[in-house]
């Protein structure tokens, strides 16, 4: 298995733009997590999904934020319109059912917005 | 929902030497706690964990204890090596919007001085 994988792995995008994450979970894992990271907050969590579902977003910092997951091997994190304040490492990470606790990361995207 | 406080913020070693790091939490019905850890530029990865049955567990030259009444658990690492230095995350298990999800602590960035 190729893990979690994130593309783009480095964004820089100007102010106003619309930016795209995306992450493919590790197939058969039905919990999908992504977090923000930064120096000064650490891993927030924005949004995850089990089996397709958001179930709590409660991390989503503003409107501007929205995630999908059309299907169980795709997701996306969408910016619009992307701020400077905005700049930090998305993660991406997936989990299996109940009895798999441990959570697999993807390797991020470092997103830069000037 | 589960609160992860984590201590030191930043820790500075002699190679050789062994380095401490401590998680409290909040929810005491919280039954699993890992431990990651983030290389400079990469992603956060499972190193060692434990489950609240367990009050300590050893791999290698890394050690994690459990104090469930106290509600703190630890992670130690023996005869430090220059490789250790990264930022080290605990993290809990804990209820969160109709599901068991981990909270993170904000993390330590371990410096192995050689």
């Known amino acids: 298995d190729a893990g979690v994988i994130q593309s783009p792995r480095h964004e820089v995008t100007e102010m106003g733009q619309e930016v795209t994450l995306r992450c493919k979970p590790i197939s058969g894992h039905d919990y999908l997590f992504w977090y923000r990271q930064t120096m000064m907050r650490g891993l927030e969590l924005l949004i995850y999904?089990?089996?397709?579902?958001?179930?709590?977003d409660s991390g989503m910092p503003e409107d501007r934020f929205s995630a999908k997951m059309p299907n169980a091997s795709f997701s996306t994190l969408k910016i619009q319109p992307s701020e400077p304040r905005d700049s930090a490492v998305y993660f991406c990470?997936?989990?299996?059912?109940?009895?798999?606790?441990?959570?697999?990361f993807g390797s991020g995207t470092r997103l830069t917005v000037v | 929902g589960e609160n992860v406080e984590q201590h030191p913020s930043t820790l500075s070693v002699q190679e050789g030497d062994s380095a401490v790091i401590k998680c409290t939490y909040s929810d005491s019905a919280s039954n699993y706690f890992p431990w990651y850890k983030q290389e400079l530029g990469k992603r956060p990865q499972l190193i060692i964990d434990i489950r609240s049955n367990v009050g300590e567990k050893k791999d290698q030259r890394i050690a994690v204890t459990l104090n469930k009444t106290a509600k703190h658990f630890s992670l130690h690492i023996t005869e430090t090596q220059p490789e250790d230095s990264a930022v080290y995350f605990c993290?809990?298990?804990?209820?969160?919007?109709?599901?068991?999800?981990?909270?993170f602590g904000k993390g330590t960035k371990l410096s192995v001085i050689p």
């Open positions: 990470a997936t989990r299996g059912g109940s009895r798999e606790d441990g959570y697999t």
């Open positions: 999904f089990n089996n397709n579902v958001p179930i709590d």
């Open positions: 993290a809990a298990k804990g209820y969160r919007a109709g599901s068991y999800q981990l909270t």
